[in-house]
């Protein structure tokens, strides 16, 4: 029987807007493997706390929720408690707030040993901000995906133009910069790539061309062939 650290492990880190959850995904479905989108777990931790009227700042409470925190994954289904909470975690709102408990030590510890529960066989592909650096620092293969914050922004817009959203591209790419420098700059993992990251810069490249790419290192340093 396979001990958990002997378990493959490819992570996908990167900010918001650069492709992560569908390569991810996408990459999952092509090995056979389990997915984790971590930052799926910040944002229904964040909308638990809205849900509840619990104060940002409320480090010790947060983390306790974190803790406690009941999450499933259904196919492209998130559940909380057993209530799809799916379209509640994908707004702007929530991920803004996302962002604020996430640099919480006290929050990051709590969901720490949840995202290490994911890590079962066959593999995992984790989708995240730290998961090369903090989470699965053992991971054959680190991706590092970026794109330009303009870029990023046009692509947000799409999404919530598609879903009858009106948003300001200009309003976007300034919280997307904001987001950003926020990540960079908190004392607890800090959004930055992992040492031996393999960086790929996805602004001018489609899902189809980054998959490749992903699923070519994955064979190169793992010998695990995509279906």
Not at 89 to 97: F, H, K, L, M, P
Request: with cysteine; hydrophobic share 40%; net charge negative.
């Amino acid at each position: 029987m396979a001990t958990q650290t002997s378990i493959p492990v490819i992570t996908i880190d990167g900010p918001s807007g650069v492709g992560k959850g569908t390569t991810a995904r996408l990459v999952a479905e092509r090995l056979g493997w389990h997915l984790l989108d971590s930052g799926a777990l910040y944002r229904v931790l964040a909308h638990a706390a809205m849900e509840n009227d619990v104060p940002l700042d409320a480090e010790a409470h947060l983390g306790q929720m974190a803790e406690r925190l009941g999450v499933r994954f259904e196919g492209e289904k998130v559940l909380l408690e057993g209530r799809d909470v799916s379209g509640q975690i994908r707004t702007e709102a929530c991920g803004g707030v996302a962002s604020q408990v996430a640099a919480l030590p006290a929050v990051r510890a709590g969901l720490l040993r949840l995202q290490k529960d994911f890590r079962q066989p066959p593999g995992l592909v984790a989708d995240g901000r730290d998961m090369g650096t903090e989470v699965f620092p053992d991971a054959q293969v680190k991706v590092f995906l970026t794109a330009t914050p303009a870029e990023r922004a046009r692509r947000r817009h799409k999404q919530l133009k598609e879903k009858g959203i009106d948003a300001n591209v200009s309003e976007l790419e300034s919280a997307i910069a904001e987001r950003d420098r926020r990540d960079a700059e908190r004392k607890a993992s800090p959004l930055k790539p992992a040492d031996d990251a393999v960086e790929i810069d996805t602004t001018d490249k489609s899902i189809p061309v980054v998959l490749d790419l992903v699923l070519s290192l994955v064979e190169e340093k793992t010998g695990h062939r995509p279906a």
